[in-house]
Each structure stands twice: as structure tokens, then as C-alpha cells.
């Protein structure tokens, strides 16, 4: 009884008004996010000027006249970004990684994004984040009395100070330059209040030279790698009509394990195909950090035996129902489909949530198959 009489709610600032989230700003950066399920105009109108500072980097005629567009998306899967990881330095040693022009991430896939963004030069630190970290990098756990009373299982805040020490002056730079150099590195988190999926466009935000640029990336991939219950969520004070409000902001994966683009952005193809006219050639790799297969295994006649293995699926057909529908999207729009994915040939179980031995194992497996040429699959395994 003692520590349900102590159960109060977390203090927090009033959230965005009713039908106002995607009016409210962070830094007052125009462009700073997307809200894709109520407004896409935004991230068209973003994608259009990415197109011609793309082409200006080029010294081309037309955005269309451009070599070939690689996109990358990576997927949630906690611990088992290990396998993306591998695979990405894999890729670089192997020699025939692409330069990205359009990499997302969520979860996880938030926290490798930005490093397969950056591309090779990023790798030895890529390297470090999934092999040399341990869960006291990444959580500081809580007592129950202090989970009940407060936001979460365990305190995320090592992990801010982990992605903190590798976010630097230098990185942010680098974000800056790829940005202006036509190139988009979008970030997923979900906003609970107004249960709307956030796109985060993290180039224009490193390229706008606010104070709080650096602050507020480091934030946001704190922000999507939120697992609700298990981490705390992210607070961002925001601003509306010159009133101060505060959002909250979790874990991607709530919205999606996984996404490449809205199927609207790519409206302008679809006519030119159409019309016979030329297309830019387009790739796309999905790194999904996590198995296809069903992951069998004995549920407890418990209450939270059942509600845990309930999530969990819930979770893994989300992330498999990411990937058709990234697959029939690419296809309609005639674009190159790759998949990575953790095949059953990898066995070894994580013994307990980030552990270093399990993920060094998983970057290896990754690594090694990605240097000696992966196998990307060209449709999902369970597509017709």
C-alpha cells in the first residue's frame, strides 16, 4: 500500500491543442519535421528542393538527368541493430556501398541512420556503438516502487549521454553538408498526444545553424528509440502562436518498425512512367534488424506472460506488414527492391537486453555476409 499511495503523475507542460500538432515548432526551422498521415505537401515541397540542390551537385540539366538514386531504410529491432550494422561495414569493406541519398530510421534504425547517412568515413564508429556498448550505456534500471510512480522501467538518460559523446560539432557539420548537397535523412518518432507518426528531417535541422540544433538531434534519437514502458518518453517544449506547449514523444515503432517514403511523394513518377517519359533509376535497400520467421516460443498461462507475448507479436507483424507494404509500394513505382533480414540461420539468443556478447555475434553474422556479397532478396520470402 505504501508505494500505491505514492503513485502520482509525472508533472509535465501542457500539450498542443486539440488539431494543432503539426503548426507547433521546435527551433522555428520550416522544415524541420513532417506529419505524412494529415499534411504531405510539406515533404513534397522538401523533396522537390532536395531534387534540385541534388542537381546542382551534379551539374545537370534536370533532377531526371541525375545518376542513380539509393534510398535506405532501417528498421527498429533494439540489440538486434547489431545485424544492420554488420551488414553496412560489411558492405564498405566488401567496396560497393552506395552513397544514400534518402536514408530513414526508426528505433534502433534511428540510431544507425545517421552513420549509414555519412556514409563509410562513419563506419569505425558504427562499429563501436553496436560492439563495444553494454546495457549500462544504454539504461539505468528502477526499482518497481520508483517505475510505478514514474514514466518508465528504467532511465534512458546513459543513452542521451552515449549518443551525446558520438553526435559532436564534427557530425552535425557533416549532417549540414549532406543536407546541402541535395540528400534527406528522416527520422520516425511517434507523438502520443496527438497519436500522430513524426517525420524528422535532420539535415535541415543541422543545416540551420540554431544553438539548439545538435541538442535537439541528439534528442530526437532518444526520442525514437523510446520503447513505451521500458524507456521514458521524450519531451520536446515547443511553441504555438507564440505560447509555449510541450509534446511527447516515443518510440517510432509505435507508428511503424520500418518506412521508406508516402506513397504521394512519388505521385510525379508514376505520371512520367506513364506518359513514357524518363525516370530517374531508383535502388532501394531495407535493412530489417530483426527475423521474417515466426519466433516460436512456450507463453505462460500468466497474465503478463500473455500480455508480453501479445506485444511482441503484435510488434513482429507490424514489421512484417512494414515490409509488403514497402515492397508494393516500390513496385508500383518501378523501383529496385532489396531486403536484408536475420535469417534462421542465426540461432544465438540475446541473453538479456543489450548484451554485448549477443550483439558482437549478431555484427559478425551481419559483417561477414555483407563482405562476401549479400544476398539482398528481391521480394519479401512470404510474397506472392
Not at 553496412?88 to 552506395?98: A, Q, V
Not at 546541402?180 to 507518426?197: V, W, Y
Request: charged share 20%; proline share 6%; hydrophobic share 40%.
Amino acid at each position: 500500500m505504501i508505494g500505491l499511495s505514492a503513485c502520482g503523475e509525472v508533472p509535465r507542460g501542457p500539450a498542443v491543442p486539440r488539431a494543432k500538432a503539426t503548426h507547433a515548432t521546435v527551433l522555428g526551422v520550416a522544415n524541420e519535421r513532417f506529419h505524412p498521415i494529415v499534411d504531405v505537401k510539406l515533404a513534397q515541397d522538401e523533396l522537390l528542393q532536395a531534387a534540385e540542390r541534388r542537381r546542382r551537385f551534379f551539374g545537370v540539366a534536370t533532377p531526371f538527368d541525375m545518376p542513380e538514386y539509393n534510398m535506405l531504410a532501417v528498421s527498429g529491432g533494439g540489440e538486434n541493430g547489431a545485424f544492420g550494422a554488420g551488414l553496412l561495414c560489411g558492405w564498405s569493406e566488401r567496396g560497393d556501398r552506395p552513397v544514400f541519398d534518402w536514408v530513414t530510421g526508426i528505433s534502433t534504425g534511428a540510431l544507425t541512420a545517421p552513420f549509414a547517412f555519412l556514409g563509410t568515413a562513419y563506419d569505425a564508429k558504427l562499429r563501436e556503438v553496436y560492439t563495444n556498448i553494454t546495457a549500462k550505456d544504454v539504461l539505468r534500471e528502477r526499482g518497481l516502487i520508483a517505475a510505478l510512480n514514474d514514466d518508465a522501467l528504467a532511465d534512458n538518460a546513459p543513452l542521451f549521454i552515449t549518443l551525446s559523446r558520438y553526435l559532436d560539432q564534427q557530425m552535425v557539420a557533416d549532417l549540414a553538408k549532406a543536407y546541402n548537397d541535395g540528400r534527406l535523412l528522416l527520422i520516425g518518432t511517434s507523438d502520443l498526444d496527438s497519436q500522430q507518426g513524426v517525420i524528422w528531417n535532420i539535415g535541415a535541422i543541422a543545416a540551420s545553424g540554431h544553438p539548439r540544433a545538435q541538442d535537439t538531434i541528439a534528442r530526437i534519437l532518444l526520442a525514437s528509440a523510446a520503447i513505451p514502458g521500458a524507456f521514458p518518453p521524450t519531451m520536446f517544449d515547443v511553441t504555438l502562436d507564440g505560447k509555449p506547449y510541450q509534446e511527447m514523444h516515443v518510440d517510432g515503432g509505435a507508428f511503424a518498425q520500418a518506412f521508406l517514403y508516402p506513397p504521394s511523394l512519388t505521385q510525379q513518377r508514376r505520371q512520367r512512367a506513364a506518359a513514357r517519359q524518363r525516370v530517374l533509376p531508383v535502388d532501394a535497400y531495407i535493412i530489417r534488424n530483426g527475423r521474417l520467421d515466426p519466433n516460436w516460443s512456450t507463453t505462460k498461462r500468466q497474465t503478463l506472460g500473455i500480455i508480453g507475448r501479445t506485444i511482441d507479436t503484435m510488434i513482429t507483424v507490424s514489421g512484417i506488414n512494414d515490409v509488403v507494404r514497402m515492397y508494393n509500394t516500390t513496385r508500383t513505382d518501378g523501383i529496385d527492391f532489396n531486403l536484408a533480414y536475420i535469417g534462421t540461420d542465426f540461432n544465438d539468443v540475446s541473453p538479456a537486453p543489450f548484451d554485448q556478447s549477443y550483439m558482437r555475434k549478431l555484427f559478425e553474422y551481419g559483417y561477414v555476409r555483407a563482405r562476401q556479397g549479400y544476398p539482398w532478396s528481391k521480394k519479401p520470402p512470404f510474397a506472392v
